[in-house]
């Protein structure tokens, strides 16, 4: 009897990671691939690294193919840098297994459909030693933000977002207040959005790309609403605030951190237990703001 049970817990176990993992499948099959090499997955690998800022398309006549080019392989190890891991240019388990897992969607680089960020401002502020990255500040005079929901916001939600701005207000010179406008009149506009939704950056449903925030002065916060949220940190489920929390530092002007324990880490994982600011996070914030 106890062994049955054990069996189908494991049958279920198994079925929940495989649907957790589904999106990255590509990935799966990739173990020790570089450059020269022909392999199954490389063109979603590259799609993917597009979408992150990693690979240009531009650079690159095997986009649509499945050969390992020198657009890819620096692509792999710009990717490496950032996280450091150990920089090869080959996919190795290390980093496939980074790959593999749920992440924020806005690009950890800037330099193709980003147009509007100040990429001069990016460079003067990566510092060596910090981790955290700086990509574009509100104006002085706007520290007073709006936010909005769209139509369609599942009403749960709306408390876990209201106690992310909250904590950023501990620690930066923002005041969150929601509009009594319309939707389209709030600084951060909040609303959930699946697959191809018209900002360029489209979801892709349950796992992989999670949530993306743009930076000042867009404002446009979105969440995957294919995703299982929740108001808990739970197994099986992702965390609202905790995500929220994430999003609104890119809405405030932050990059995507390589500090494993720095909210403004990319990757987030299904259960994953809710992160408070790490020094990284404050001395980004401090930095990008250094006079309030
Ligand atoms: C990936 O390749 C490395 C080196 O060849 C090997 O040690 C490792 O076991 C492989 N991992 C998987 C999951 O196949
Ligand atoms: C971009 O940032 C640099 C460095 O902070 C600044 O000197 C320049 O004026 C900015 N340009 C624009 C268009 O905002
Ligand atoms: C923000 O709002 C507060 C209270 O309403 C006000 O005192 C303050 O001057 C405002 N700040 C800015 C920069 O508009
Ligand atoms: C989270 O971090 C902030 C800033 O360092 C700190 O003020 C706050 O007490 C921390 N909260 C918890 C629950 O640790
Ligand atoms: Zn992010
Ligand atoms: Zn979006």
């Not at 799609?47 to 006549?61: Q, R």
Request: proline share 5%; net charge neutral; charged share 25%.
């Amino acid at each position: 009897m106890t062994s049955k049970i054990s069996f189908l817990y494991i049958l279920v176990l198994s079925a929940i990671l495989i649907i957790c993992h589904a999106h990255h499948e590509f990935l799966k099959d990739l173990n020790g691939t570089r450059k020269g090499d022909h392999a199954n997955g490389l063109i979603e690998l590259k799609k993917f690294l597009s979408y992150l800022g990693y690979v240009n398309p531009a650079n690159s006549i095997h986009m649509n193919d499945d050969f390992f080019d020198d657009e890819l392989e620096s692509g792999v190890k710009e990717y490496q840098t950032f996280f450091k891991l150990k920089v090869t240019g080959v996919l190795d388990q290390e980093t496939l297994n980074l790959m593999s897992k749920p992440r924020c969607g806005t690009p950890d680089h800037y330099f193709m459909r980003n147009s509007e960020v100040n990429h001069s401002f990016e460079k003067v502020h990566l510092s060596i030693s910090s981790r955290y990255r700086l990509v574009k500040a509100w104006p002085p005079n706007k520290r007073n933000l709006t936010f909005s929901y769209s139509p369609n916001t599942r009403l749960d939600a709306k408390v876990p977002i209201v106690i992310a701005f909250r904590k950023w207000s501990r620690i930066s010179p923002f005041r969150f207040l929601i509009t009594h406008g319309r939707y389209v009149d709030g600084d951060i506009k909040i609303g959930f959005k699946r697959w191809d939704h018209g900002d360029g950056y489209p979801f892709d449903g349950k796992g992989g790309i999670l949530a993306h925030a743009f930076y000042p002065p867009d404002g446009r916060f979105h969440f995957d609403a294919d995703e299982i949220w929740d108001t808990k940190v739970r197994q099986g489920t992702l965390d609202i605030q905790g995500v929220a929390l994430h999003e609104v530092g890119h809405i405030l002007g932050l990059g995507h951190s390589a500090d494993r324990n720095a909210v403004m880490f990319p990757h987030v994982e299904y259960g994953e237990p809710r992160k408070n600011f790490s020094q990284d996070d404050i001395d980004g914030i401090r930095a990008l703001y250094p006079n309030n």
